[in-house]
């Protein structure tokens, strides 16, 4: 029988790295706007880190309770899906500021996000990555109470 700790760790994770995530993001456009450099890559790579936490969470989560009824298999693999398309997009942001991967990673930026709002488009997708992350801690939560102590 599983235990339900995964749960209470994927609800903490969801539910607090989700806002952590908005605010990083809004950290790295405000550092954006003030040309702040320095400013920029730590936000960036507290972001990173952040995406990083939650989608390796996800994953164990959804790994630990594969085939338990109590969690729902397609909210499990949704949680992993969205956590990771932040954590890929961040990461390749990341990567873009690394002198020696930076051409592979703007070959892969431009093929992925064409034409001038491709920055716009990766922002808007990981803001709704941080934005699921919060609904599928909140399902986990949830599901604490189908488990007993």
Same mark, same amino acid.
């Given at each position: 029988?599983?235990?339900?700790?995964?749960?209470?760790?994927?609800?903490f994770?969801?539910?607090?790295?989700?806002p952590?995530?908005?605010?990083?993001?809004?950290?790295?456009i405000?550092?954006?706007?003030?040309? +702040?450099?320095? !400013?920029?890559? $730590? =936000? @960036?790579?507290?972001?990173? #880190?952040?995406?990083? %936490? &939650?989608?390796?969470?996800?994953l164990?989560?959804?790994?630990?309770?594969k085939?338990?009824?109590?969690?729902?298999q397609?909210?499990?693999?949704?949680?992993?899906?969205? +956590?990771g398309? !932040?954590?890929? $997009? =961040? @990461?390749?942001?990341?990567? #873009?500021n690394?002198p %020696? &991967?930076?051409?592979f990673?703007?070959?892969?930026?431009?093929a992925?996000?064409?034409?001038?709002?491709?920055?716009?488009?990766?922002?808007?997708?990981?803001?709704?990555?941080?934005?699921?992350?919060?609904?599928?801690?909140?399902?986990y939560?949830?599901?604490?109470?189908?488990?007993?102590?």
């Amino acid at each position: 029988m599983t235990q339900k700790r995964w749960a209470k760790i994927s609800a903490f994770v969801g539910i607090v790295g989700g806002p952590l995530t908005l605010f990083f993001l809004l950290t790295l456009i405000a550092a954006g706007i003030g040309a +702040s450099r320095s !400013g920029a890559l $730590i =936000s @960036l790579a507290l972001l990173v #880190a952040t995406f990083a %936490i &939650i989608f390796f969470v996800a994953l164990k989560s959804a790994r630990y309770y594969k085939k338990d009824e109590r969690v729902n298999q397609v909210i499990a693999n949704l949680f992993v899906a969205s +956590s990771g398309v !932040g954590f890929v $997009i =961040s @990461l390749l942001i990341g990567l #873009a500021n690394v002198p %020696i &991967i930076s051409g592979f990673g703007d070959w892969i930026m431009d093929a992925l996000f064409d034409g001038k709002d491709g920055f716009q488009r990766a922002l808007m997708l990981m803001i709704v990555s941080a934005i699921l992350s919060v609904v599928w801690g909140i399902y986990y939560a949830i599901c604490l109470r189908k488990f007993k102590d």
